[in-house]
C-alpha cells in the first residue's frame, strides 16, 4: 500500500481527534499511533520499515483512518 504522505500529515496535525475517538477503549495509546504515523512521514511513507508492532498500529488504527480521508 502507498501511504498518501498529504492525507497522513493532515490526519496528524488536523484530525487528532479521530485518532483519540478510534483509540478509545483499546489500550492503545492516541499518542503511539500518532508517533507511528510521524515515524512513516519522516521515512517518505515506506512501510517496510515498521517493526511488526509499528505494522499492526498502522493496520488498525491509521490505514482506516486514510482509507475513510480517501473517500
Known amino acids: 500500500m502507498e501511504v498518501d504522505l498529504a492525507l497522513l500529515r ?5 484530525r487528532g481527534d479521530e485518532i483519540e475517538k478510534i483509540v478509545a477503549g483499546t ?3 492516541a499518542k503511539t499511533v500518532v508517533g507511528v504515523g510521524t515515524f512513516l512521514l519522516d521515512n517518505e511513507g515506506d512501510i517496510g520499515l ?22
Open 50 to 71: 515498521l517493526t511488526s508492532k509499528q505494522k499492526a498500529v498502522f493496520d488498525k488504527f491509521l490505514q482506516p483512518l486514510l482509507e475513510e480521508a480517501r473517500r
Open 10 to 14: 493532515n490526519l496528524l496535525s488536523k
Open 27 to 29: 489500550g492503545y495509546l
